[in-house]
């Protein structure tokens, strides 16, 4: 069922909406009385997730943007190898 709630409710109440649409529910977000998004859950076929890297398990701190773009290069060259 969709349901409709004000922009400034949804702020305020973050962790009760988000209780709400795991449940199933569904929101028409409005701003001034006109509809600006849509909230609804995520049905099963949207939960592919691709997998991501955290450079700070690699190196305290994280990785200069240089040297993260190449393992991410690498990593994603040897995902599309490992799918053949």
């Known amino acids: 069922m969709t349901k409709i709630a004000g922009l400034k409710e949804l702020r305020e109440n973050t ?4 209780k709400s649409i795991q449940k199933g529910d569904s929101f028409v977000i409005v701003r001034r009385s006109k509809p600006v998004f849509k909230i609804t859950p995520i049905s099963e076929e949207d939960e592919i ?3 991501v890297v955290d450079f ?7 990785l200069p943007l240089k040297e ?5 290069h690498s990593w994603t060259s040897s995902k599309k190898h490992s799918k053949s």
């Open 49 to 51: 997730w691709e997998d």
């Open 68 to 72: 993260a773009l190449v393992k991410v």
């Open 56 to 62: 700070t398990k690699i190196k305290k701190g994280g």
């Open 15 to 18: 962790e009760s909406y988000i």
